[in-house]
């Protein structure tokens, strides 16, 4: 079930490993059309997924980090930042 990927086993902290190639494969959906938020202050997730989740021609997932937790302005950043990550 994909709305329990992240809750159940396999648990790990590296997202990139686990979370993402399960959703991406439950899916169907590409890395390089997912758009990733994530309010973790005590690692890079973000720098992670973004680095290890990457289709074969390049493009991979857009992440923004949100410490203080996601206001309008980081969800603006985060479509912003998707909008330009795609081919034109």
């Not at 997202?15 to 990733?36: I, N, Q, S």
């Not at 390049?58 to 330009?84: F, I, K, M, N």
Request: glycine fraction near 12%; hydrophobic fraction near 35%; proline fraction near 8%.
């Amino acid at each position: 079930d994909v709305n329990q990927i992240g809750r159940q086993p396999p648990l790990s902290s590296d997202k990139a490993a686990t979370h993402f190639p399960r959703l991406r494969a439950a899916t169907g959906v590409p890395y390089d059309r997912m758009l990733f938020f994530d309010d973790c202050n005590w690692g890079d997730h973000c720098g992670r997924v973004a680095a290890g989740c990457r289709e074969p021609g390049g493009g991979g997932v857009v992440a923004v980090r949100t410490p203080r937790g996601l206001s309008e302005q980081l969800w603006r950043r985060g479509l912003d930042d998707y909008a330009a990550a795609q081919p034109h």
